[in-house]
């Protein structure tokens, strides 16, 4: 099984900025792509962005070029950097990790990490 460990959450003021991350307990055979979701209270979780194993990222709209997503695949870490950060990020952000080794397609998540903007 493959364990993931978000860490870097707490409580940072408006227009701060705070860096997330995610480690995997080993490399994963197979992975597919890596990413961050969010959830908020009475909320669905979304997704705030993915980069895949080729190196291809994306964004929810509401980043606005604000957030960077990075992975350093030798350590198996994946980077969530958070920029000008606004009250409404306010969130449980997780870890997720897309395996797909056929027949077999798993999704792997993190128990998330607490970010809350405040001043």
């Known amino acids: 099984q493959v364990q993931l460990v978000e860490s870097g959450g707490g409580l940072v003021q408006p227009g701060g900025s705070l860096r997330l991350s995610c480690a995997a307990s080993?490399?994963?055979?197979?992975?597919?792509?890596m990413g961050w979701f969010r959830q908020s209270p009475g909320n669905e979780r979304e997704l705030v962005a993915i980069?895949?194993?080729?190196?291809?990222?994306n964004y929810a709209d509401f980043v606005r070029c604000r957030f960077t997503i990075s992975r350093d695949s030798a350590k198996n870490i994946m980077y969530l950097h958070l920029n000008s950060m606004e009250p409404e990020e306010t969130a449980v952000y997780y870890c997720?990790?897309?395996?797909?080794?056929?027949?077999?397609?798993?999704?792997?998540w993190g128990q998330g990490t607490q970010v809350t903007v405040d001043s």
């Open positions: 997720n990790a897309y395996v797909r080794r056929l027949p077999t397609i798993r999704n792997y």
């Open positions: 080993r490399s994963i055979l197979g992975l597919t792509g």
């Open positions: 980069v895949t194993s080729g190196g291809s990222t």
